[in-house]
């Protein structure tokens, strides 16, 4: 496969390594492509042809994991996530280009192998859509990844929480009766694609925040119907407006393996559609994709990192995925017994969907749970360590939160108190063999 693109060098460097598999038989995106990606989460599987839709090939499962980021970007881990924090606050101008990847004009969505991933789902989904849009009041772009279910031949329903700055600002166009002008960007700069991911401050240029992952500008196109600055390297590109009607949107099964029943969502009237030649449509996997989790954890650590550095020194965090990102453990170096708890706060305070975080000593490795459990089992007083806040802000897909959006937070101080003695905390290694019978 040529690798003309930022994005088709991500999936051929997936390709070549990570032990990735390449289906060469035709595939129905009718729920058999899903069918064969659900059996090989985490690891890229690459479709070659796609029944009915000749010459379009699709991909599952790209930034699937802490490795391929940080072997893409060539960065260690620590570094990967300073990048994105510093990216979200220092973004940097994009690069106007006459010439898009994405040159095949479409009829309709007909043309595009939109899968339908779960039979319970209300329909065929793009999950793997970054929806584009302009602050009013400035160039600025907003860039966000949303699932958009096909309704008809040129429209879509999509996914939105309340509060997300593209909610915000289709809510400011809806009170003054105006449709927004808007891209659907699919299969395009993995830059962007954490861009997209990642709650940059309100009226920030979240293309120029791509352009500052690259390290190098971003090379953008004006959209041919909507004069947007779309990505260059897209394989798909879907223009039209945002409209200001509600339209049902789903059932779904989303991230977390559970299905959300069909609720309110917005319309997208497409008024064009674009393609690459041999276009890689991005299939991005629901119900317990690690890509899902990878970018939707990657700001959040970022974002983490960066407020541990200023409070403590900070070693590793990470959200785990086998909690669907709504546990959070960090690893710190303290040196006074209350770094932990402020440490606590800052994580807690730092995502919506975070409900539980663990901090522990820099001894602990935070990837093992077994670790991470034996230091909440030796270290934590329950009525000294453990912090709860009721009533704070939750996000819709817990199940526990409430109508309003409100749950309650908890923090665990697994860190070992100052001023007990190590040896009662550490376990005791075992004599050496000195390399007999080995
Ligand atoms: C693969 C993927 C799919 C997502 N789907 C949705 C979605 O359907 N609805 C939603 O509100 N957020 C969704 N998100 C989260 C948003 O993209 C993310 O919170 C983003 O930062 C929101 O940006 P904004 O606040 O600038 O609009 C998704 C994230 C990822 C990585």
Request: hydrophobic share 40%.
């Amino acid at each position: 496969m040529t690798a003309d693109t930022e994005f088709r060098k991500l999936v051929k460097d997936s390709l070549d390594h990570d032990r990735a598999c390449v289906v060469s038989d035709e595939v129905d995106p009718w729920l058999e492509l899903s069918a064969i990606a659900a059996k090989k989460l985490g690891t890229t599987v690459f479709f070659e042809k796609l029944k009915g839709y000749p010459g379009f090939r699709a991909v599952t499962e790209l930034l699937s994991s802490d490795t391929k980021c940080e072997r893409f970007w060539s960065k260690e881990r620590g570094d990967f996530l300073s990048m994105i924090s510093t990216a979200a606050v220092s973004p940097q101008p994009c690069r106007v280009v006459e010439k898009a990847h994405f040159t095949r004009r479409l009829k309709s969505l007909d043309e595009l192998p939109l899968p339908r991933f779960f039979s319970s789902d209300g329909g065929k989904y793009i999950t793997g859509g970054m929806i584009l849009i302009k602050y009013p009041e400035s160039d600025a772009c907003n860039i966000s990844f949303n699932r958009l279910m096909q309704v008809d031949s040129m429209h879509l329903a999509f996914n939105i929480h309340k509060g997300k700055h593209t909610d915000l600002l289709c809510r400011d166009a809806e009170e003054k009766g105006r449709r927004i002008p808007a891209a659907v960007v699919i299969g395009t700069d993995p830059a962007v694609m954490i861009a997209a991911s990642a709650p940059a401050p309100w009226g920030t240029d979240e293309l120029a925040v791509a352009s500052a992952i690259r390290g190098r500008p971003l090379d953008v196109v004006r959209g041919p119907y909507t004069g947007l600055p779309i990505p260059a390297e897209s394989e798909i590109v879907i223009e039209g407006y945002i409209e200001t009607d509600k339209v049902p949107e789903g059932p779904f099964v989303d991230y977390l393996g559970v299905m959300h029943g069909q609720g309110t969502g917005r319309l997208f009237s497409v008024e064009k559609v674009y393609c690459a030649e041999n276009p890689i449509f991005h299939a991005l996997m629901p119900g317990n994709s690690q890509e899902h989790l990878e970018l939707m954890s990657l700001p959040v650590e970022a974002e983490i990192a960066q407020r541990l550095r200023k409070l403590t020194r900070f070693v590793d965090v990470t959200l785990t995925r086998s909690s669907g990102l709504f546990h959070v453990v960090a690893s710190i170096r303290k040196s006074t017994d209350g770094e932990a708890k402020t440490a606590l706060l800052a994580m807690l305070s730092s995502y919506p969907f975070l409900k539980h975080a663990v901090v522990v000593d820099e001894n602990v490795n935070i990837r093992s749970i077994a670790e991470v459990e034996k230091a909440i089992a030796l270290c934590v007083q329950a009525d000294q360590d453990v912090i709860i806040v009721s009533g704070a802000k939750a996000t819709m897909v817990d199940p526990r939160s409430t109508s309003d959006l409100l749950g309650a937070k908890m923090g665990l101080d697994a860190t070992r108190p100052i001023n007990a003695g190590k040896e009662k905390f550490q376990a005791v290694p075992w004599p050496e063999t000195e390399g007999k019978n080995e």
